[in-house]
């Protein structure tokens, strides 16, 4: 069984940065994709982020390209996302992920997924 815990969130002013971190456990950590999603109040879970599990391969929704920057420390099992340039319509519960693959992320499809952790940007 495979444990996803995220943590990082908080409340941050329109412009601010947030790092976050995805910490999994009970699976050889290198052995697959990691992936961050948000769900905003009233709205469907989304895509936000992926990345292979060597880490040479990232992928992001087009709402946060050059803002958000997706990284893994596969010797710590963890994985990160780094936010800048964060917007109101950030605002969500940021939940991370694993898979087999990138494809399976981006398709909204994970094995396991973590509880998610609260990011509000105030304006």
């Known amino acids: 069984q495979v444990q996803v815990v995220e943590s990082g969130g908080g409340l941050v002013q329109a412009g601010g940065s947030l790092r976050l971190s995805c910490a999994a456990s009970?699976?050889?950590?290198?052995?697959?994709?990691m992936g961050w999603f948000r769900q905003a109040p009233g709205k469907e879970r989304e895509f936000v982020s992926a990345?292979?599990?060597?880490?040479?391969?990232?992928h992001y929704a087009d709402s946060v390209k050059g803002r958000f920057t997706m990284s893994r420390d596969n010797a710590n099992n963890t994985a990160y996302l780094q936010m800048n340039s964060l917007k109101p319509e950030d605002t969500a519960v940021y939940y991370c992920?694993?898979?087999?693959?990138?494809?399976?992320?981006?398709?909204?499809?994970?094995?396991?997924w973590g509880q998610g952790t609260q990011v509000t940007v105030s304006s």
């Open positions: 990345i292979s599990w060597r880490g040479g391969r990232t």
């Open positions: 009970g699976r050889t950590f290198s052995s697959y994709a």
């Open positions: 992920a694993v898979a087999d693959s990138c494809a399976l992320l981006i398709s909204l499809k994970a094995d396991y």
